[in-house]
């Protein structure tokens, strides 16, 4: 099976050299992408911000191409989860403290008391 850039799809039956054309993949953008409603994993959903999809063959009209083979980037920016790791592990220490005293000054008002 190949998928070549415009979207053509592509295979060679058994038995058979050439290979035949079975389908055409396509593309969407929208005119506003920020616009569109994240529900995770990689899945978007159009709302009233984002606009209607629009449709096209990849390649033409700016839409984009497809690359058989290729690894799709990341985009998670390591430097900046990082730092948020580490100011959330510093957040919980802090926490982690204040709790810990709080329970040492009730366990010293009980020993006043008795």
Known sequence: ?????????????????????VGQITLSHFINPAGLNQL???????????????????????IGTINQGFLEVSNVDVAEEMVN?????????????????????LSLLNNLKR
């Open 85 to 105: 790791m580490i100011i959330g592990q510093r957040a919980y220490e802090a926490n982690s403290k204040t709790i810990k005293t709080v329970d040492d000054m």
């Open 40 to 62: 995770g994993r990689n899945l978007l959903q159009p709302t009233l911000a984002s606009g209607e999809a629009i449709d096209g063959t990849p390649g033409s009209d700016g």
């Open 1 to 21: 099976m190949t998928i070549a850039p415009d979207g053509t799809v592509s295979v060679t039956q058994p038995g058979q050299t050439q290979p035949q054309q």
